[in-house]
């Protein structure tokens, strides 16, 4: 296997992956951009193309134009190690094998994942995401017709709702589980933040769809697949429907940090001024260092491309910009904290670990996440704890330990390659 | 837009180019993709390569469909 060599390698092809290769391609860097998706854009911007108008297809172009960034997609990393002289060596796993790359410095952008919180039904085929149907129409899926109900928390589910009814689906309202005194306060902050416009979109979108605020889903029915949802807290009343789009949040991935040895604080990244990890020649940018959406992503993913590189001159006033970002961040996760009472939804029997079948009774039993793995193998199956970690934080406090390297399970094949 | 023949599950599937194998298979009604331990049946459900549920197997090997594109003959068989 031979070994690509580049000056920064950057995981993670979202937007601040991108604003960060670009920003650092610009000091005449190499850069090498790798992905696990099958193209540029991460969450917000899957499937966009360089023709695109806007502010994803001028980013895209961008990076394009420059001769010496190399993109390499689906690529996720496996492992990761000293490189020979200096720097890292990193394994990825690739559909036409393993990679090996050779880098001076990383900078990591691998985003968010959704937080899925277990209710009776949740499993059924038709329960997904909210960020994920999204991903699953910005992919292909064909929802023209479709009854989707929204629910869960946070920013993201206007997002997907107006994303929904763009793609043709009949959306038959929005759960929010946040307290309509708190979201008075989110609007109050966006309205400071300057994102009126935005939202003036958005709520044009969505006119004519119910919002329910401190309302949630209590169960999913259905034979094969879901067919009703029953819905509880504030507005309470049972909804056919053919996709029920629930997310509880979005939270910082930071499993690759942790297989470089970061510190992580607040169940995010810990980065300095100059988005430098704890790490030598680490750098970290985007929702991984907490959730604050685009904007911020952007702004960290060019503030870490240029002070990798050195470019210290270039940043101007990105310092400010970004302590705005970071306030609006801040009111986020105050206004969409989640109420105490959606650890009652499961049932005795409702699964939280849906790769080994493992109930919420079983779970309950259990002090910590170490004895629930020994006794329950739960989060030890093949998601390795990505779904049921950040529920089980939810319903029983515990935080998440369990990332060992390879990250994914790799074939044999591939750990043995050369 | 381009559309590309692959099989599924034995049969010929007419689909659009540049969809995901996930959307493919959606788009035919496989919304149960395979079966879970004690033998529920389960469907995709971050559409970003995190879950897993969605795998199955494409040309003999076992990925996760919603991270890989169609391609025009590619063979696709599911878990169930
Ligand atoms: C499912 C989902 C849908 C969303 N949809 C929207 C939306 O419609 N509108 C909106 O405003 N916001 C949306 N968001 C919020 C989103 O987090 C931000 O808008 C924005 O995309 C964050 O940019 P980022 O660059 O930090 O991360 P992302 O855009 O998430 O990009 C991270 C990238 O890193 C890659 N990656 C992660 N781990 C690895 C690895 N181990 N190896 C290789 N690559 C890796 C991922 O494939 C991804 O492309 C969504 C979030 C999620 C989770
Ligand atoms: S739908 Fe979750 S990994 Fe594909």
């Known amino acids: 296997m031979t070994a690509l060599e580049t000056d920064l390698l950057i995981i993670g092809a979202g937007p601040a992956g991108l604003s960060a290769a670009l920003s650092a391609a610009q000091g005449g860097a190499a850069v090498l ?92 085929p038709g329960v997904v995401g909210a960020g994920g149907l999204q991903a699953m129409v910005k992919s292909g899926l064909d929802v023209r017709g479709a009854r989707v109900l929204v629910a869960g928390s946070g920013p993201l589910l206007l997002a997907v709702a107006a994303g929904m009814r763009a793609a043709g689906a009949e959306v038959v309202g929005v759960a929010e589980q946040a ?67 629930a997310g509880f949040g979005l939270v910082p991935d930071t499993r690759l940090a942790a297989l470089f040895g970061c510190a992580l604080e607040g169940g995010a990244v810990k980065v300095g001024a100059w988005q430098q990890t704890s790490q030598p020649g680490i750098y970290a940018a985007g929702e991984l260092t907490g959730i604050g959406g685009v904007d911020k992503a952007r702004l960290e993913g060019s503030m870490a491309g240029y002070t990798a590189t050195g470019q210290v001159e270039r940043l101007r006033d990105l310092p400010t910009q970004l302590e705005q970002a970071r306030h609006f961040q801040a009111s986020l996760s105050r206004s969409f904290a989640l109420r105490p009472s959606l650890r009652t939804l499961p049932a005795a029997g409702t699964l939280i670990c849906r790769c080994e079948d493992v109930p919420h ?50 074939p044999l094949a591939d750990l043995l390659g050369e | 837009m381009p559309e590309l023949v692959l099989t599924v599950e034995g049969q010929p599937l007419r689909v659009p180019a540049g969809i995901s194998v996930l959307a493919a298979l959606q788009g035919a009604a496989h919304w149960s993709l395979r079966r879970s331990l004690s033998g529920q049946r389960r469907g995709a459900l971050c559409g970003m390569g995190t879950c897993f549920e969605c795998r199955a197997r494409v040309d003999g090997v076992l990925v996760r469909t919603c991270l890989i594109p169609v391609q025009p003959g590619m063979t696709v068989e599911l878990l169930e």
């Open chain 1, 33 to 124: 951009l790798a992905d696990l998706g099958p193209g540029p854009g991460g969450q917000i911007w899957r499937g966009a193309k360089a023709s695109d108008g806007g502010e994803s297809g001028t980013l895209l172009r961008g990076v394009q134009r420059q001769p010496n960034i190399t993109a390499l997609y689906g690529a996720q990393v496996a492992l990761s190690e000293r490189g020979p002289q200096g720097g890292h060596a990193v394994q990825f796993s690739t559909p036409q094998g393993p990679r090996r790359v050779l880098a001076q410095k990383i900078i990591l952008a691998s985003g968010a994942t959704e937080r899925f919180l277990p209710f009776p039904g949740w499993t059924l």
């Open chain 1, 179 to 245: 307290s309509p005194t708190r979201l008075l306060g989110f609007g109050l902050a966006a309205q400071r933040g300057g994102k009126v416009g935005e939202a003036a979109k958005l709520l044009w979108a969505l006119r004519g769809v119910p919002y329910w605020p401190a309302t949630y889903p209590v169960e999913a029915s259905g034979g094969e697949r879901l067919t009703q949802v029953e819905l509880g807290g504030l507005t309470r009343r049972t909804l056919e429907c053919d996709w029920l789009a």
């Open chain 1, 361 to 410: 009774a079983a779970l309950q039993a259990c002090p910590s996440w170490t004895e629930a793995k020994l006794q329950t193998r739960c989060g030890m199956g093949t998601c390795q704890g990505r779904v049921c970690g950040p529920a089980a934080e939810t319903l029983y406090g515990w935080t998440f330990t369990g990332v060992r390297p390879p990250l994914l399970p790799l």
